[in-house]
Structures are given as C-alpha cells and as structure tokens.
C-alpha cells in the first residue's frame, strides 16, 4: 500500500471523452507532481503543485488540465485525448519544494490509461 | 540539469550483492543524488539519497567518490524480489524538476 492514493486504477476512454484522475495525500506534503510513464521508459514529468499553485508545466498539451483543489489533492482533467496518450499515469507528492529533488518523492501505484 | 547515464541491465543470483553505478558528470554543488525501485505497475519507491561519501539504510548503500561525478547503488544479499529497474537522479539546483534517466533493469535469478 502506498501513502498516495490514485483512482481509479484503470481507465478506458474514447478520444471524445472528458475524464478525470485523482491523486490524494494526507502526510501533509505541499508539493504535488503529475507523471506520465510508457512501457518501458521512465517517468516523465507534466506537472508540479507547490502550496496548490502551478510550478511547473513541461510543456504539456492542453488536452491535459491539472487542478489542485487543496493541499491534499490533485487532479488531472483529460479532454480530446489521443492514441499516443495511452500510458500509466503517477501521482507524487513531497515536503515541499524548497529543496526540490533533495526531497524525496512519495508516489502512488498510477492510473493505467488506454485511450481508444 | 545533470544527465544520468547507468547500464540498461545487469543480472544477478540471489544471496549476492549487487552493485549499480551510476555516472552523473555535469552534477552541480547544491545538487544531491537519489535512487528510486519501481516494480511493474507500480510507482517508483525511496531507496536512498546521498550528497557525499557513504550513506546505509536498511535496504540499502550509497557510495559516491569525492568528484562526485558518479554513485554506487549497493544491494546487499539480493533476493529474486529485488528484480526491478532501478533510477538514478541527480538533483535540479532550481529544485523544481525530477529528470529520470533510462533506469537499470536488475534480474535476480535463482
């Protein structure tokens, strides 16, 4: 079991589709991070949540929305997605981000999404 | 932003130790280096962080040289559940970006 929880575990959408994930935390951690991972390959970063503001957005298309209600959860709205967006999907979350990557990163199991 | 470089793969036989290097050459002063495990279909886990020198946990140890320019991941007396990738980081001094590398795939056998 991890400390971060993500739901739902699998989803399967159309690309028409609008859909949420949702990423929760209660170890009082005010940094929030979006992953997303292929088959085989590392994760790679979308997006960061510092004291619920946006930090960081990698570049991100906007067919992907990030939402940080409170500093206890993060959601990742999805709209319009592809084919090629299909992948696992990793919530974490840290202390804070005054130290950055010096703060290890807790993370959740992800979001297995397939997108037809 | 530092880039990791570490082997695609090692093997390895259960009760051995297994050591996995990684070689992080453009690594800055403020800068520390951390190990993650992450398991199919699960998310990366902790294993270790380290500025300098050496550092042991109950999983594990991390030994980096003085330049710094390269760590050693330790895992004592592996066990056919130590079969994961394993990632190597090394810190964003604006503290803000994670950069995973490519990952080692360790496979245990019996």
């Known amino acids: 079991d991890t400390e971060v929880t993500q739901t739902p575990k699998h989803l399967v959408m159309g690309m028409t589709n609008k859909k949420s994930l949702k990423c929760e935390q209660h170890m009082g951690h005010r940094a929030m991070y979006w992953y997303k991972q292929k088959a085989k390959k590392p994760p790679e970063l979308m997006f960061v949540y510092s004291y619920e503001k946006l930090s960081i957005n990698e570049s991100v298309p906007s067919r992907f929305s990030p939402e940080c209600p409170n500093s206890s959860l993060l959601n990742l709205h999805l709209h319009a997605l592809q084919p090629e967006d299909s992948a696992l999907y990793l919530c974490?979350?840290?202390?804070?981000?005054?130290?950055?990557?010096?703060?290890?990163?807790?993370f959740g199991d992800g979001t297995r999404l397939s997108i037809l | 932003l530092a880039k990791t470089t570490q082997p695609i793969s090692m093997d390895s036989y259960e009760g051995q130790e297994v050591n996995i290097t990684c070689s992080h050459n453009?690594?800055?002063?403020?800068?520390?280096i951390t190990w993650y495990q992450q398991f199919p279909s699960q998310g990366p886990r902790f294993i270790i962080q380290?500025?300098?020198t050496k550092v042991t946990n109950e999983v594990a140890s991390l030994f980096i040289p003085a330049d710094r320019k390269s760590s050693t991941l330790s895992l004592p007396r592996v066990s056919l559940s130590d079969t994961a990738v394993y990632y190597c980081?090394?810190?964003?001094?604006?503290?803000?970006?994670?950069?995973f590398g490519a990952g080692t795939r360790l496979f245990v056998k019996a």
């Open positions: 380290g500025y300098k």
């Open positions: 974490a979350s840290s202390q804070d981000l005054g130290a950055g990557v010096n703060q290890p990163q807790h």
């Open positions: 453009n690594i800055a002063t403020n800068d520390y």
């Open positions: 980081l090394v810190g964003d001094t604006g503290g803000f970006k994670t950069i």
